[in-house]
């Protein structure tokens, strides 16, 4: 019989209650915990809480656990790298782990031109400050499309790019100057994928036309899959427009694979689905199963900066790197083609068991980035932002940790590790949830 989650307590139970409790006196109130779960143990795709509570994690850490929670031999390098070296700053010094990370990322990232250089950050937002500042330095131009919908982190650089919830940006203005947002293909949306791209291309044409001159343009930053704007899937015509466009006009693309990349998709990087290539793209989040790292990847000719242009104390650190290397090691292994099987099965499954249901309005996905929108009424296509908020609190208190996305999906991104069983039973009570309302 597979594995269920296992609730043997009321949520949370006192131990955790406890730890939440704490939590809630002292950590910033900007956080968002949409349910009080403690992870005390993490193994796989499960979370122990300190209960004993088992429960079946379908969000890895927010899409972080590429190999899985605590998967033995991540484990193990950290231990070793630990016992080694735990910290130099690779910004003024070198070690080993850094440039042979540096080289294994450079080879299998699809840059157009190759010959890729790579920086080192700690987190997403740093890998987009730092596209951010390669495209001005490099264009020496100032301006820059983002699209709506879209998150690229939130420090004030990367927030300004971001357009997702506008609890993100109120009250944090004025943002960097000389950002423009323009519409993102959503096909769900418009009915089709040849409307939706249609008016996607319309906008940014009325963009050029009125208030943008292009060749003020540094360069545009797009998510080859939207992430946290509701797992929305382009048609692949929209970022060989987009592509075509920077050609013409000489700016660059920008691609922020930090949720879709490092295999999630069943290909290492999502732009590999449509064949298009960036002229910089930025990781983070799955790069190092779980530890802070980031990398904002440009062929040399771009990543022209002189010495202290652009640095970070912490960015590359040796465990860090070292756990990237094996992550690269496992992902190859077994994990993106897992990524790639499971997640058709996964998605098929859901489009079975929930496709048909009244508060269904769309299953849709790549891999193990699945989105299931919550909608009012099928025919109507109206958002069910509530609902989708219930079901992500009811899903906890049977055990399945789910994440919501953009304003009424509920997302799946599990460790790429997942096995069909895990699939097939998170499917199932997702299920059973939605059948019982
Ligand atoms: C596409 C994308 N870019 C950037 C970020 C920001 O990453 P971080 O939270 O590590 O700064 C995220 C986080 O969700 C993301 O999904």
Redesign the pocket.
Known sequence: MARRPLIRTELPGPKAKAIVEEGEAWTSPSYTRDYPLVAAKGEGAWIIDPDGNEFLDMTAG??VTSTGHCHPEIVKVIQDQAANLIHMSGTDFYYPVQGALARELAKRVPIKGGDVRVYFGN????A?EAAMKLARWYTGRPNFIAFLGA????TMG?LSLTASKPRQKERFAPFVPGVYHAYYPDAYREGSAEVALKRAIATLDDLFATVLPAEEVAGIFV?PIQ??GGYVLPPDAFLKHLRALCDKHGMLLIF?E???GMGRTGKLWACEHSGVQPDIL?S??GIASGLPL?AMFATSKVMSWPPGAHASTFGGNPIACATALKTIELLEREYIANAAKVGAFMLERLKQKVGHLPMVGDVRGRGLMIGVEIVLDKTTRARNPDLRNQLVMDAFAKGLLILGAGRNTIRFCPSLTVTEDEAAVAVDVFAELLESR
Do not use: C, L, P
């Not at 987190?123 to 740093?126: H, L, N, W």
């Not at 998150?151 to 939130?154: E, K, N, S, T, V």
């Open positions: 927010i899409a987190s997403g937002t740093e987009n998150f690229h982190g939130r990367a998510e992430g946290e922020d930090v949720q879709s930025t983070a989040k980031s």
